[in-house]
C-alpha cells in the first residue's frame, strides 16, 4: 500500500514538473517576440520585404518590419510613416500576386 502511494505521488510530481515546464516554455516564446522598445530611426522602404504585427498578449502593441538582410525592426503603428509604409508594402503585395 505504501508503494503504490509513494509512486502515486511521485507521478503526481513528475506530471506537475512536466506542466509547469510547458507553461515556462510558451512563456518564454511570447516574451521574445513582442517589443521592448520601437526603433529611432526610418528603415528605407525598399528594403522591407514584409511587415507584422506583435502577438496581443504582448504589453506594447507594435508592428515589426523585416528587411532583406533579414533584420526586424520594432516599429510604432501610431506613427504616420509606418501607416505609409504598411499601405505601400500590402498595396505592392497585392500588385505583384506570387512575387516580391
Not at 526603433?39 to 528587411?67: D, E, K, N, Y
Request: positive net charge.
Amino acid at each position: 500500500m505504501k508503494t503504490l502511494t509513494a509512486l502515486l505521488l511521485l507521478g503526481l510530481l513528475c506530471s506537475l514538473h512536466t506542466t509547469s515546464t510547458a507553461v515556462m516554455g510558451i512563456s518564454l516564446k511570447t516574451t521574445r517576440d513582442c517589443c521592448v522598445k520601437f526603433s529611432q530611426r526610418r528603415i528605407p522602404l525598399g528594403a522591407v520585404v514584409s511587415v507584422s504585427r506583435t502577438s496581443s498578449s504582448c504589453p506594447q502593441q507594435a508592428l515589426v518590419f523585416t528587411t532583406k538582410k533579414g533584420n526586424r525592426f520594432c516599429v510604432d503603428p501610431s506613427q504616420a510613416w509606418v501607416q505609409s509604409y504598411v499601405t505601400k508594402i500590402e498595396s505592392r503585395s497585392l500588385s505583384l500576386p506570387g512575387q516580391r
